[in-house]
DNA sequence: TAATCGTGGAG
DNA sequence: TCTCCAAGATT
C-alpha cells in the first residue's frame, strides 16, 4: 500500500512491556532449555506450518536419535525419513539433512551465524534464518512468522495482505525497527509467543495483553478485522486405486515414491490415479502388470474405502487385496517385505491407514 | 506470483 | 461437517 505510514508507538516502553510478560509467562519448552544452534534449528524446521504440540514429541525423539548436528549429518536417509514420519512436509527434512551435510563439510560442522550464509543453506529461508540468528547467536534479525504479522498488523494497523508473499518485507522492517537489540532472542520469541498465547487469530484476548496501550488495532476497536489475510481456492479431489499384493512367500510389496513432489521418498503400497470406475480390479492387474511386471490375482470389491485430505488436494482411496503369482525382483524402490518389517519403513499417514485396515480387516 | 507441499486440532 | 489453520520454503 502506497503511502501507508506506520503508527508511532513508544518503542522503550512497548519492548520493556512485551518483555517483561514473555519472562513471566513463557511456555516452558524443550528446544529453549537449548543453546546448541544445532538443536535451534531443528527446532524451528520442524515449527513450520507446524504446531508446538505436535512437534514436541517429535523433537524429543528427534534429539536422542540425532542428539548433534554431525550425528544427523552421518545418518541415513531411511532413518531420518522415520523420524519425520508423521511430521508432514517431508521436504524440510530432505533439505535440512541436506544442509547439515553442507555445514559439516563447508563450516567444519558450526551452523552459520551470518544472514548470508545461513540464508544460502537448503530449506533455510528469512524466517528461519533470523529465528536461528537471534535466538542461537543474539543476533538482531527480525524472525517474521505467521504471528508476528498478525501481532505486527494489530499493534501497528497494517492492512497489507498477509497472504501475500510481498507483504513479509513490510512486517520486517517494521520489527526491525521495534528490535529490542539487547536480547533479540527474547524479543523475537515474545511476539510469537504473544501471538500464540493472547493475540490470537480470533477472539484476541486484549484485555489481558501486556501490551494493550500499544495497539492501535484495540484503539480502534478492529483487531477482530486484521490481519487481512485473502482466502486459497479450494482443492482438487483425486481417485486412487491402491492394492495390498502379498506373495506367496507372505511378504508384501511396497514401493518408494518419486525423489521430488509430493510425500517423496516415503514408501506407499502400489497405487495408480483412477480415471474410470469400469471394473477397477482388472484396470489395476493391467497397471501392476506394466508398472511392476505383476502377475497378480485381485480381489473382488474393497476391503476399505479412505479419504486422505492434504493442504491442496484430497485422495478418495479405493482399497484392494491381491495375490503376486510371479517372482518379482527387489531394488531400490520396490521391496518384499513381512509383515512385521512395515514399520521400519517410512510411510504417509495415508498409507498408514491403509495397512492399518488391512489389518484389522484381512488378517485374522 | 501463485501453487505446491502434510497433518491433526479447533471453532 | 466444514473451514481454517500452525514458529514457511521452494519453484
Known sequence: MKGMNLKEIDTEKFQHDLLEWYKREKRDLPWRKERDPYKIWVSEVMLQQTRVETV?????????????LEALSEAEEEQVLKAWEGLGYYSRIRNLHSAVKEVKEKYGGKVPDTLEEMTSLKGVGPYTAGAVLSIAYGKPYPAVDGNVMRVASRILSIWEDIAKPASRKIFEEAIHRLMYTEDPSSFNQALMELGALICTPTSPSCLLCPVQEHCHAFEEGVQEELPVKTRKKSMKLV???????????????????????????????????????????????????????????????????????????TWDIDVYAGEIQNEIPEDERVKL????????????????????????????
Open 239 to 313: 481417485h486412487i486405486g491402491a492394492v495390498v499384493l502379498k506373495n506367496k512367500e507372505g511378504k508384501f510389496l511396497i514401493h518408494k515414491r518419486e525423489a521430488t513432489g509430493l510425500l517423496a521418498n516415503l514408501w506407499e503400497f502400489p497405487n495408480f490415479e483412477m480415471t474410470s470406475f469400469l471394473d477397477p480390479e482388472t484396470r489395476l492387474r493391467k497397471l501392476l502388470e506394466e508398472t511392476y511386471k505383476i502377475d497378480s490375482l485381485i480381489h473382488n470389491g474393497t476391503f476399505a474405502k479412505i479419504q486422505h485430505v492434504f493442504s491442496h488436494l
Open 56 to 68: 514436541i514429541p517429535y523433537f524429543e525423539r528427534f534429539m536422542e536419535k540425532f542428539p548433534t
Open 337 to 364: 517385505v513381512k509383515p512385521e518389517e512395515i514399520q521400519d519403513f517410512a510411510f504417509p499417514v495415508s498409507h498408514q491407514k491403509i495397512w492399518k485396515e488391512y489389518k484389522r480387516t484381512i488378517r485374522e
